[in-house]
């Protein structure tokens, strides 16, 4: 295989062929973004519309976009397509999606607003207030995404591109919000969708809680993309933006294997090239705490942050991110962590900080649990509990072996967890690995009495289990606890107590622990965009040719994780919106 070959995405790869000179030409397909001729002579090739970024939110601009009339390019950073949605569960939330009005269950707009409001804004929200005491900006994309959440993959189904499941629990319920408490949470399951799979294969993970994972998804946005005529190209960062006399973005300029090409763009250029959670100079200057990494794609490294600066954008909502804990020593390897715990598993485990004590429901779901970790003492000056641990038993190995950092029972211990025969020995080891990791990690020591207060800390835990009732932080109240607790596919345990989630401790050891930390999906913060996906400059006006969406935009949500798809269902939503918008601006002279 050539390399020109490999640098056109996989599906498209069997839908095009290399011409004389290595140019790309459509094997039976409709007319391509050409070569540069004449006005455009100043460019290696020219699009009405180009997309940087492949995953979610960039394939519903393409898409959208081609929909619309324009021809399309796409660039990609990475070798292949999919971004961060291609390592993802693939759930788009959607407010009054089909599965819900067909169920008869009412999600209207007023209600919704006020919701995403109270979810996004909780310092601001006023429920008597104009817009819920939101600003004017905030709402209208709170609006916009209301208005055509289920219109966008209502018309992705109809155009033959995804079909959707129903995103469902354990127990074959509609999966809930991660507030599906909150008081004006009128609709509080149902809001996840997932994609039908094309086809099931012998030896993959299929139905993940009740349909398709990103891997999925991704592969029928390809297929699309392919029948649809619009280039791939992977191994093309982009590194500055092409623009006019007046500001106006009319191309990029990318780098690809050593080469610096000028892609121009008659109509506009949509971002979609995810957060910055693998800068660590990015995170470290702009989220909340300490994060140390997350799962998003490597790529994701703050590139849009620093274009749409330089192009003038007002930025926001830079301190967020979609939360998650990470084991602190896959952390010290590589940011691109491996493992994502979502939850601390099993029922008969907990997570303390180095004092021994909770900190925190063990079961809240993953976009607000690890902001624990940011937590300030004022006396000390630092962040005590930016490394926790995670505690358990033989009875968590034995039924959630290899599932979030706890290990099979049949296999060699890894490397991060750390064993004792009891508290003190647990202790003892777990005093021993902070030492040995403080070259990387700094001054941090358990205290002086921590194997007593975790013995206390399990003590009155398990009594909590024996009754039922967590009376420290609620574990297993929620509905999100409980579905989050079996996210994944993973079977029920079976046990004699009250609460799923709360199992006693085991009296005897072995007992075993690993060092958590703060990460992230990605970054949420960025450029930001008005309810067409344009970028905005700080006076409010929209940047000419310049469009955004999904994690590397100011993300609408502000700093909550609705719920499971709480990234994919607005990606793909702003996706459309800015890939429509780009793609019926008049054309500019290049």
Not at 107 to 124: G, I, K, N, Q, T
Not at 148 to 177: C, K, M, Q, W
Not at 229 to 243: E, F, G, N
Not at 391 to 398: C, F
Request: proline fraction near 7%; aromatic fraction near 8%.
């Amino acid at each position: 295989m050539s390399k020109h070959d490999q640098d056109v995405a996989d599906p498209a790869r069997r839908g095009f062929v290399l011409a004389t000179g290595g140019g790309l030409v459509a094997a039976g397909l409709g007319a391509l973004p050409v070569a540069a001729s004449g006005a455009d002579a100043d460019f290696s090739r020219v699009a009405d519309v180009v997309v940087v970024g492949s995953g979610a939110a960039g394939f519903s601009a393409a898409l959208f976009a081609r929909e619309a009339g324009a021809d399309v390019l796409v660039l990609e950073k990475g070798p292949v397509a999919g971004g961060t949605t291609l390592r993802s569960g693939g759930v788009h939330y959607i407010p009054n999606n089909r599965f819900l009005r067909a169920a008869g269950v009412a999600d209207p707009r007023e209600d919704f607003l006020r919701l995403a409001v109270r979810m996004s804004y909780p310092d601001r929200y006023r429920p008597q207030a104009a817009l819920f005491g939101s600003g004017e900006l905030e709402y209208a994309l709170l609006e916009t995404f209301y208005d055509h959440a289920a219109p966008t993959v209502d018309r992705l189904t109809e155009l033959g591109i995804v079909d959707y499941l129903p995103f469902i629990d354990y127990d074959r319920s509609p999966f809930p919000d991660n507030y599906a408490e909150l008081p004006e949470n009128r609709a509080p399951r149902g809001r996840g969708m997932v994609c039908k799979p094309k086809a099931q294969r012998e030896g993959r993970f299929y139905y993940l809680n009740g349909g398709g994972v990103g891997v999925d998804l991704i592969e029928l946005f390809q297929a699309a993309a392919a029948a649809r005529s619009i280039p791939i190209l992977t191994r093309h960062a982009v590194s500055d933006l092409v623009q006019d006399s007046t500001g106006g973005v009319i191309g990029v300029t990318c780098e690809h294997r050593g080469q610096r090409l000028r892609i121009g763009a008659r109509r506009g250029v949509v971002f979609a090239t995810g957060g910055y959670i693998h800068n660590p100079q990015l995170r470290a200057r702009h989220l909340l705490g300490p994060v140390y990494g997350g799962c998003g794609a490597p790529t994701n490294q703050g590139d849009f942050l620093r274009l749409g600066a330089h192009a003038g954008a007002a930025l926001g909502n830079l301190q967020h991110g979609w939360w998650m804990e990470l084991l602190l020593e896959e952390t010290l390897a590589s940011s691109d962590a491996p493992t994502g715990v979502w939850v601390v598993p099993g029922d008969s485990s907990l997570a303390v900080n180095l004092s021994g004590a909770r900190y925190a429901n063990e079961k809240n779901h993953p976009g607000s649990r690890p902001r624990a970790h940011f937590a300030w003492d004022a006396v000390t000056g630092d962040y005590p509990q930016r490394v926790t641990l995670m505690i358990w038993d033989a009875r968590t190995v034995q039924h959630r072996g290899g599932v979030m950092g706890i290990q099979k029972a049949d296999g060699p211990l890894p490397g991060h967890v750390i064993a004792g025969d009891d508290w003190p020995s647990l202790t003892a080891a777990i005093a021993a690995r902070l030492e040995k990791l403080r070259p990387q990690i700094g001054e941090l020591r358990l205290a002086p009495d921590f194997a007593t207060r975790i013995a206390a800390t399990v003590s009155r835990y398990n009594d909590f289990a024996r009754r039922g009732v967590d009376e420290d932080f609620a574990r297993g109240a929620a509905a999100a606890d409980i579905a989050w607790n079996y996210f994944g596919n993973l079977p029920v345990i079976p046990s004699e107590y009250p609460n799923p989630t709360l199992h006693p401790l085991s009296a005897q050891g072995p007992y075993f622990a690993a060092l958590l930390v703060a990460g992230a999906i990605d970054s949420k913060g960025g450029p930001v965009i008005d309810p067409r996906g344009q970028v905005l400059r700080a006076d409010n006006a929209p940047i000419d040719g310049l469009y955004g969406a999904g994690n590397c935009i100011a993300s609408p949500t502000g700093g909550a994780y609705w719920g499971g798809g709480g990234t994919i269902g607005p990606a793909v939503v702003f996706g459309q919106l800015a890939g429509s918008a780009a793609a019926t601006a008049q054309p500019r002279a290049l």
